[in-house]
């Protein structure tokens, strides 16, 4: 077995650390719309590039920085930047995972001290914090050189409007399925390649058998339900400007998702037990689940949280709702940003740059931590791809994952009031499908909760 195993991960991370680590904890995020920084525009945006000289004058100047991250044994990442850079010093400060730290970060923000150069943030909360002018744009730093190394969607998700880079991507989440093979076989199941197969297997599957479910869908994770609108090809959230957003989470796309996965809850074929539960992995164990959709960060995960159930476990895209146009969502991941306050802002820039491009540390994220690669480098690495571990009974699950990342939407945006989005996605379409109920009304009354907190924040709004 490999260093990429997927099926050695667990013995570096607990349950939760993993997840906050991959960036795939629930969705969420504790700054409000407008909340902190200033309203003018980033200095950083129309600043002119750095020199080179100046660059190699910095690199050399004695100078300790301060990253905020969450991710575990990171010191070995580091490590490569100061042995490349012996003049610069990084103090790593796990200061919370996920929120909790954006929290802290805003507390310093407001406050005007006490906030670290560089931090680790997760692409869904990028917007939370540029719509406060908290990042700097990493531009004038070189950092529109590498865009080509990293895959094509994650560039999306840390540029800006006007092309200013706010983030150097560092793991992703593609979406896919795992299944029980076991399980399929047993029923004559065919994995299914359309929606309209899932549905017509959740049936056959739960007529044959009671206590078995084909999937769950957890009504507690705002982060899947968003992964699964990314894949359907919905925009649900459109920013221009500082002020101005598009919310459409009751359009037809929207609307689509919430009859399916609503119907197939309403008929019980589907569990909608909330995920990250001892109820929950207990049922990964016993086989009441025969599929999981998840993200690229699910195969490690899994084996080290169903160890039971080794073995029996395959991986494969995730059903479509047009085979003839491939597309996945993603759920999770994250980058390192730096703060707009930094006082050394050429180092830390780089720092960012190199912890993530460099194929060193990069390829060690895989490794080490068993992040799924957002470089293409990494992504197209033999040993990477070509990793097959026994608990998917020699199946080569990353490379399934890989050609997944390929089909990610390049468009999809997010809001920048996301404690806002899961608060109420939770108490509307996460409660229609606990309690069996008309997910589709439910999504009105999401779109029309968001529209009354964003207009409350002094946004435009635009609904659909």
């Known amino acids: 077995m490999s260093r990429y195993s997927t099926a050695s991960s667990s013995a570096s991370l607990n349950r939760r650390g993993f997840l906050a680590a991959t960036g795939a904890l629930a969705l969420a995020s504790t700054l409000s719309a407008c909340g902190g920084g200033d309203s003018g525009g980033s200095s950083a945006t129309s600043a002119k590039p750095v020199s080179q000289a100046d660059i190699d004058k910095a690199m050399k100047t004695p100078t300790e920085l301060t990253f905020w991250t969450w991710v575990p044994n990171i010191a070995q990442e580091v490590a490569l930047f100061e042995k490349k850079y012996p003049a610069i010093k990084v103090k790593v400060v796990n200061a919370g995972q996920g929120t909790p730290q954006y929290t802290k970060l805003r507390t310093a923000l407001k406050a005007g001290s006490g906030a670290p150069d560089m931090v680790q943030i997760e692409y869904q909360a990028i917007p939370t914090f540029t719509i406060t002018n908290s990042l700097l744009d990493l531009r004038p730093y070189g950092a529109s050189a590498l865009k080509s190394r990293f895959v094509d969607w994650t560039w999306g998700q840390v540029s800006g409007s006007k092309g200013e880079v706010w983030a150097i991507p560092q793991d992703t989440g593609p979406m896919g399925m795992l299944y029980r093979k076991d399980?399929?076989?047993?029923?004559?199941?065919?994995?299914?390649?359309?929606?309209?197969?899932?549905?017509?297997?959740?049936?056959?599957?739960?007529?044959?058998?009671?206590?078995?479910?084909?999937?769950?869908?957890?009504?507690?994770?705002?982060?899947?339900?968003?992964?699964l609108l990314w894949q359907a090809g919905a925009k649900p959230y459109v920013t221009s400007g500082k002020s101005d957003i598009a919310i459409s989470v009751d359009d037809a796309v929207s609307r689509k998702l919430g009859a399916y996965w609503g119907g197939l809850a309403k008929e019980g074929v589907i569990g909608v037990d909330p995920d990250f539960t001892d109820s929950w992995y207990a049922g990964l164990n016993k086989g009441k689940y025969a599929t999981w959709l998840t993200a690229a960060w699910g195969p490690a995960f899994l084996s080290g949280s169903a160890k039971s159930t080794a073995g029996k476990w395959r991986?494969?895209?995730?059903?479509?709702?047009?085979?003839?146009?491939?597309?996945?969502?993603?759920?999770?991941?994250?980058?390192t940003a730096v703060i707009r306050s930094t006082k050394n802002p050429i180092a830390a820039a780089q720092f960012a740059q190199f912890l993530n491009s460099d194929p060193a540390s990069a390829k060690m994220f895989a490794t080490e931590q068993f992040f799924f690669p957002a470089t293409k480098a990494v992504l197209a690495d033999s040993?990477?791809?070509?990793?097959?571990?026994?608990?998917?009974?020699?199946?080569?699950?990353?490379?399934?994952?890989?050609?997944?990342?390929?089909?990610?939407?390049?468009?999809?945006?997010?809001?920048?009031?996301?404690?806002?989005?899961?608060?109420?996605?939770?108490?509307?379409?996460?409660?229609?499908?606990?309690?069996?109920?008309d997910t589709v009304r439910a999504l009105g009354a999401w779109q029309t909760r968001l529209t009354t907190y964003a207009k409350s924040q002094g946004f435009t709004v635009k609904t659909s």
């Open 183 to 227: 399980i399929f076989d047993k029923h004559g199941i065919q994995v299914p390649t359309t929606w309209d197969e899932f549905a017509a297997a959740a049936r056959r599957l739960h007529k044959a058998d009671p206590n078995v479910y084909l999937t769950n869908l957890a009504a507690n994770q705002a982060a899947a339900w968003h992964g």
């Open 315 to 335: 991986a494969a895209p995730l059903p479509q709702w047009d085979a003839a146009k491939p597309s996945s969502g993603n759920w999770g991941g994250s980058t």
């Open 383 to 437: 040993e990477f791809v070509g990793d097959a571990p026994s608990f998917y009974g020699g199946q080569k699950v990353n490379q399934v994952f890989a050609d997944v990342s390929s089909t990610v939407n390049p468009s999809f945006q997010w809001p920048p009031f996301l404690d806002q989005v899961a608060t109420d996605w939770t108490e509307t379409v996460g409660k229609s499908l606990a309690g069996k109920s």
